[in-house]
């Protein structure tokens, strides 16, 4: 989101592009780079930043762009590591500092690297003791930045979610936030509100499907992991936002049909019944959301038409909780 506009990038055969949706609909799409894996944000200043991957001299590499309303920059070396760099994220703090996480195999083992961006230069390192894979990031707005990945565990090898925090120049030791010894837990995305609650999603397997749990940060650790999803279907690709007021919205895909709750602001306050944003939604992918300041959530996906072609489609919710119904077109 650039004010309460839409932005939207995305790849097709390695070729990065731009669209945004003006009162007449979605703009042209123009080129941006050349590469997969892509990451986007807004800064205050009413630039968009995108983060991606691209192979150079027999290496993955992390590579920023960003757009000034005109044109995009040319790409800039992120990572400069001698290992694979892949799987980016991106984040803005209050500030309008930029943040990213990713994998990075340089020391032989994925491992999780952090890098920050003031004025025109970044400053990367690893994340101590961030051995893993599929990092996400967030900022909370008082300064602390929240890392969560998922690794193995020791003792069962199933995937567990881990999260380490940096404040005050200092990385907190990782906590397990899934804790679920006998069962794999995946994919983590966090979110941060303004009033300075950080939340916590991700896939937990439950017999031969997948569902979505939810964790949020207490001043003594990491609540129970509830179930978001409660139905029983096979729930991936989930997506978490919150709005100005400090509703939590997680939004994800069951396969054919596109599904979002809104959870008050109350501490362990019940996920309501998921309402259906979209149906026949066959074989979908690249599930993406964001909440603008005018509490309208946005959600764009990649799925199956009846041609059996691959087009992205977008829904909107309007302001919550003012009651109203999906409106899902075909974006591109």
Not at 102 to 127: K, L
Request: proline residues 7%; aromatic residues 12%.
């Amino acid at each position: 989101m650039l004010g309460e506009t839409v932005h939207l990038v995305w790849n097709c055969n390695r070729q990065l592009y731009h669209a945004w949706r003006t009162s007449e609909g979605w703009s042209q799409a123009t080129t941006v780079a050349i590469g997969e894996q892509l990451a986007l944000a807004a800064t205050p200043d009413g630039q968009l930043h995108c983060l991606f991957v691209n192979q150079f001299a027999r290496n993955y590499e992390i590579y920023h762009v960003w757009w000034d309303g005109t044109r995009w920059s040319l790409p800039v070396n992120v990572s400069r590591t001698f290992g694979a760099s892949s799987q980016p994220v991106l984040t803005v703090g209050t500030d309008g500092s930029l943040h990213a996480a990713w994998a990075d195999t340089t020391p032989g083992y994925s491992v999780v690297y952090y890098g920050t961006r003031e004025s025109f230069f970044w400053s990367t390192r690893p994340v101590p003791s961030g051995r893993g894979a599929a990092p996400t990031i967030a900022t909370a707005p008082d300064g602390p930045i929240f890392i969560a990945w998922q690794d193995r565990r020791s003792d069962t090898g199933n995937y567990d979610i881990f999260c380490s925090a940096y404040r005050d120049d200092t990385w907190q030791p990782p906590e397990s936030v899934s804790d679920s010894a006998g069962v794999n837990s995946l994919l983590p995305k966090p979110t941060a509100t303004k009033q300075g609650e950080v939340h916590l999603i991700w896939q937990e397997e439950r017999g031969s499907l997948y569902h979505v749990f939810h964790s949020d940060r207490r001043p003594n650790g990491w609540s129970q992991s509830i179930d978001v999803s409660q139905i029983a279907a096979d729930c991936r690709l989930a997506q978490i936002a919150a709005n100005p007021l400090g509703y939590i919205h997680a939004a994800w895909s069951d396969g054919q049909t596109i599904s979002l709750d809104v959870r008050p602001t109350l501490p362990d306050a019940p996920w309501p019944n998921p309402e259906t944003a979209s149906k026949d939604c066959y074989e979908s992918d690249g599930l993406a959301m964001a909440v603008s300041n005018a509490r309208t959530s946005h959600i764009v996906w990649c799925a199956l038409d009846q041609s059996n072609t691959r087009q992205l489609f977008y829904a909107q919710r309007e302001q919550f909780p003012k009651h109203t119904v999906f409106l899902p077109i075909v974006a591109g």
